[in-house]
């Protein structure tokens, strides 16, 4: 890999980290407010339409499900940064070759080429799957 591309990707890697932990904090806010004001019980800021059962408790829901995303995906962001450092970056973890520039540039902390990524989500959909009956996993 050129030494040009590596800073690229490494920038592009960290205004991404900076972005998703602006993010992460945001949101983490939202979730302890929402955690606050279910636990209060108080409606008094909500409007009336919002103040349906069950609001407070969907909210911080979904902002404890985006928590989670942003964690991980900062997590991958600081992974392939490490990567980056250690010089096994681009690597597919999945079947050891390069994965192509083109990929990086769209998904910079990509662990996986595209056969290798599309092969695991497969095998995810597999597993969940009605008819999995494969028992020789
Ligand atoms: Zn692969």
Known sequence: METKDIAALK???????????????????????????????????????????GTDAFEEDLALSLMEKEEKELAEIDDALARLDDGTYGICEGCGKRIPMRRLRVIPHARLCIRCKRAEEE???????????????
């Open 11 to 53: 920038r592009r890697l960290l205004q991404r980290r900076h972005r998703v932990s602006g993010e992460l904090s945001r949101t983490a806010d939202v979730a302890r407010k929402e955690a606050v004001r279910s636990a209060s019980g108080e409606l008094s800021m909500v409007p009336d339409h919002m103040a349906d059962v």
């Open 123 to 137: 095998g995810e959909r597999s597993c969940r799957s009605l008819f999995c009956g494969s028992s020789n996993v």
